[in-house]
Nanobody
Framework: QVQLVESGGGLVQAGGSLRLSCAAS????????MAWYRQAPGKQRELVAA???????NYLDSVKGRFTISRDNAKNTVHLQMNSLKPEDTAVYYC??????????WGQGTQVTVSS
């Protein structure tokens, strides 16, 4: 049974910071890509940031320079440091993992709310 447990969401004022964490456990095997997605009410889920096992990163244009994704391969964890938060960053954030075998797993989601 594979589990992705997220933490770190909450309510913050515009300009503030939050750090999201996600820990993968269970018989997940080797992980290729770890990523964060978000979904705001009435909008499609979108990729926010991704990081490969080798450390290559990719970011949504609107978060570049504000968000930083990092991972600990030994602990199967991924983090998203979010700075200079804006009201438009408000969404449910989901952790996503792609294994080397091509399986995808999702976390349960954590709410991030940025007040103006």
């Amino acid at each position: 049974q594979v589990q992705l447990v997220e933490s770190g969401g909450g309510l913050v004022q515009a300009g503030g910071s939050l750090r999201l964490s996600c820990a993968a456990s269970g018989s997940i095997g080797s992980i290729n890509v770890m990523a964060w997605y978000r979904q705001a009410p009435g909008k499609q889920r979108e990729l926010v940031a991704a990081i490969t096992s080798g450390g290559t990163t990719n970011y949504l244009d609107s978060v570049k320079g504000r968000f930083t994704i990092s991972r600990d391969n030994a602990k199967n964890t991924v983090h998203l440091q979010m700075n200079s938060l804006k009201p438009e960053d408000t969404a449910v954030y989901y952790c996503n993992v792609e294994t080397l075998r091509g399986y995808y797993y999702w976390g349960q989601g954590t709410q991030v709310t940025v007040s103006s």
